[in-house]
């Protein structure tokens, strides 16, 4: 294939005359960053850079754990949970003394761009990195919360409320055997999302999340008249967090105090919600942004999150996206309490 077809197929033009790419994945880890970490490579690759493996996040890129990567290297990958270049938190990072030798490495290996892929932290450091030493970085949302502001998903969070929805559907086929309520606390750090749409999807009674205050009486209301009235079981997805009433365990405790009649269970998710083949909606959303990451670089474009809206690819300020200022849609909370009459 000539040049002129490669730039016809992928409308990349080097403008900011960049030649290496680096790639880490940081903080929490997400399914689909491994289809990310491959869109990126196989892109940057395409387009005549030279691609960096940065293993174990801005860690790695602290203790020069960084190797070159072909387009094998990222063979396979698309369907594996997890991510094949490990991930970190890094304290040191957070410190100048850390990212100066963080940078001396890239330096090292001529590498004069990243891409990161992670949550609202790892893009947080991003920001104070490329502003330290004008480095051009851009950034990947994965995280299972879909938590960054300006697009409609992230990484990891559609394989994230698919296994919440399996896991909801089996704990619904007990309570409903034996009658009982039960408190089932997801992850989600400080965003309701992955609890409000996995209410939704699998038909919960109700749902505590971080953006609406607790309305307790309502909620005993709402689950004694549901049990007087016809229902088997009754099912409450709760977001992790600094719930004043002591999240799902201290909810199922209240509520066993309140109605000593009533089978009170509760059931905290953990960890096994980060793991798992990423579904189709994630490799695609992956790959999609990961291919944009690249493009976003060669065009010049510095300190922007690809992000997803209305299924177009858009690019988000790293300050707009890290604001912490993402509303759920009240209507959703409509939707989940009429349907669960
Ligand atoms: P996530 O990216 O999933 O939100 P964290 O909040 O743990 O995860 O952030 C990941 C990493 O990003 C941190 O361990 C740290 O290395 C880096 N980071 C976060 N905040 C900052 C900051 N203020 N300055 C520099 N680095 C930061």
Known sequence: M???????????????????????????????????????TRSAIYAGLKVFGIRRGYQGLIEDCISEFETQSVSNIISRGG?????????EFKTPEGRAKAYANMQKHGIDSLVVIGGDGSITGATIFSKEYNIPIVGLPGTIDNDLAGTDSTIGYDT??????????????TATSHAR???????????GFLALNSAIATGCEDVIIPE?????????????????????????IVT???????????????????FPDYDVRCSILGHLQRGGSPTAADRILASRTGYAAVEALLQGQRNVLIGIRNDEIINIPFAKAIKKDKPIDPDLLKVLRVLSI
């Open 160 to 173: 994230a409320m698919n296994t919440i929805m399996d896991c909801v559907d089996k704990i619904r086929d």
């Open 240 to 258: 992790e967090s600094k719930d004043p009433n002591g999240g799902a365990m201290g909810l199922a405790q209240k509520m066993k105090e309140e």
């Open 212 to 236: 609406e205050k607790t309305q307790y009486e309502q909620l005993k209301m709402l689950i004694d008249n549901g049990f007087r009235k016809s229902k088997s079981s009754a099912l409450v």
């Open 83 to 91: 991510t094949i270049l490990k991930t970190a938190r890094s304290m």
């Open 181 to 191: 309520l039960f408190f089932i606390e997801v992850m989600g750090r400080d965003a």
């Open 2 to 40: 000539t040049d002129n077809n490669k730039e016809n197929i992928l409308n990349i033009q080097n403008m900011a005359e960049i030649k290496s790419v680096g790639i880490l994945t940081s903080g929490g880890d997400a399914p689909g960053m491994n289809a990310a970490i491959r869109a990126v």
